[in-house]
């Protein structure tokens, strides 16, 4: 039997299966009628063809991915590992297409929870072979997900640590890191990679220490405390010291730029650590008290960095000061002589700072940029650009949701001619104004004549008097 007659058969195996499109037709027929015993049969069999050799002309890798997935789904997740999993290895060793082995991890994730918990035990073999195939970036996703339980397990992390010794396997390591840290899965065990993480944020190529602190920020965000803040007490000085240092070198603009904004970052999560970083904020308020001497770019970044520290009411509180009220006192300003698309981002700026917050904080924030600047933000809505409008309606919706926001507004002459009647030009324009009016009418101080007005609008704007056209008859 020469090599492409004993791929044909499936391998060495006692039955000789003959592999060809209507094989396949076959095995459709007989997964459909069978049960576990024979989708086992049928895996194994299909676990035994190299699929490096496939020829069009017999069958097709489609066709193999298709009863792999249909065998799968006929096996439950105890018989999977206790009867399939060499076949499984197989599936996961061979350097075949991604696709194929994404139908093994998708039946994993239908029963996500056995899955882990076998992985960790009789599965452990096949979870170690997950591990290897974690570079691949179509899968690392899924990968770093389902084994997030079992991250620390020995076997697992020897292969993740094999890993990092490739310094492009590196990143999706470090994805796979989060993911468990993400779920609540903090060991000491984990020291390994931590260490290496902190290397990569103070190597000095600069790639790949952009792209740490990056993944270090993101890997933060989606940890719950307090596992973000053990994370934050790990990293947070050797951040900072990178801040520092490049804040005071010539050729440290970019490094200055993300180590800064991972800070800010991280102050947002937890604004009572600010203190631990002494010179962040004075920093921050010079670049927006001198915005005008910025580039455009780095001008709005350092609004945006200045909303992102006072994003939470807790942060709005911790940083009521004269430096603050200055920085807010520069935003009509920097709108005013920026182009459209900075003026948009800015707006957008401060939407995000009003998103939360309590009542009185927001007020306070909002007299400290100046009273005026409401009637500022309907002669920007009524620009004629659909970007622009939609920040200055996500900003009145942050306003609205509160009290002062709602008497703010209504007391703004130019904005009550903005909503009544309604003037708007499209689709977009209509459900803003609906959802504005419907946020100004649950406000319990609002004036009953301006409610019977807003009511008023809106039923003319939802069901418009049509004038009868009349047609002179010629007689």
Not at 190 to 203: H, P, S
Not at 220 to 228: A, N, Y
Request: proline share 5%.
């Amino acid at each position: 039997m020469d090599g492409l007659d004993e791929f044909r058969s499936g391998g060495s195996n006692e039955e000789i299966v003959e592999w060809d499109a209507d094989k396949f037709i076959h095995i459709q027929k007989e997964l459909m009628a069978g049960g576990v015993d024979v989708a086992v049969k049928v895996l194994n069999q299909l676990g035994e063809i190299d699929l490096n050799k496939v020829e069009d002309g017999d069958f097709t890798l489609d066709m193999v991915a298709d009863a792999i997935r249909m065998a799968l789904s006929k096996v439950d997740i105890q018989s999977l590992f206790m009867t399939a999993q060499p076949t499984l290895l197989r599936i996961l060793s061979h350097p075949i297409p991604p696709y194929i082995k994404m139908k093994l991890i998708n039946r994993l994730n239908e029963d996500k929870s056995l899955s882990q918990n076998a992985l960790g035990g009789i599965g452990l073999a096949t979870g170690v072979a997950l591990a290897r195939n974690l570079p691949i970036e179509e899968l690392t996703k899924e990968i770093s997900g389902l084994l997030a339980p079992v991250f620390t397990k020995s076997e697992i992390m020897t292969e993740y640590e094999h890993q990092m010794e490739n310094g492009q396997n590196r990143m999706a390591v470090y994805e796979a890191l989060g993911e468990a840290l993400a779920q609540g899965f903090f060991s000491e065990s984990m020291r390994t990679f931590f260490i290496q993480l902190e290397r990569d944020i103070t190597t000095d190529d600069y790639l790949v220490q952009m792209t740490s602190l990056t993944t270090l920020s993101d890997m933060i965000i989606k940890c719950k405390p307090p596992t973000s803040q053990k994370l934050i007490d790990l990293f947070g000085s050797v951040v900072y010291s990178l801040f520092e240092s490049s804040r005071s070198s010539p050729d440290g603009g970019f490094v200055f730029e993300g180590a800064q904004k991972f800070l800010c970052e991280m102050v947002s999560l937890h604004p009572s650590i600010l203190s631990s970083f002494p010179s962040l904020y004075p920093n921050l308020v010079n670049q927006v008290l001198n915005f005008s001497s910025l580039d455009a770019l780095t001008r709005v970044r350092s609004f945006e960095l200045f909303s992102l520290l006072a994003r939470s009411d807790e942060g709005k509180s911790l940083l009521m000061s004269s430096s603050t009220t200055q920085c807010l006192s520069q935003f009509p300003l920097a709108i005013e002589s920026s182009p459209i698309e900075m003026k948009t981002r800015l707006v957008q700026t401060l939407a995000f700072l009003f998103k939360e917050g309590s009542n009185e904080n927001k007020k306070t924030f909002f007299m400290a940029i100046g009273p005026s600047f409401a009637s500022t933000t309907v002669d920007l809505v009524k620009r004629p650009f659909n970007e622009l409008k939609g920040s200055v309606y996500e900003l009145w919706m942050n306003l609205l949701d509160c009290d002062f926001g709602c008497a703010l507004l209504l007391g703004t002459p130019d904005f009550i001619t903005w909503l009544l009647p309604y003037s708007g030009q499209n689709w977009t324009d209509s459900q803003a104004w609906g959802d504005i009016c419907t946020a100004l009418l649950k406000y319990p101080e609002i004036d009953p004549v301006m409610a019977d007005r807003i009511n008023s609008g809106v039923k003319e704007h939802t069901n418009p008097t049509r004038a009868i056209p009349q047609v002179a008859m010629e007689i």
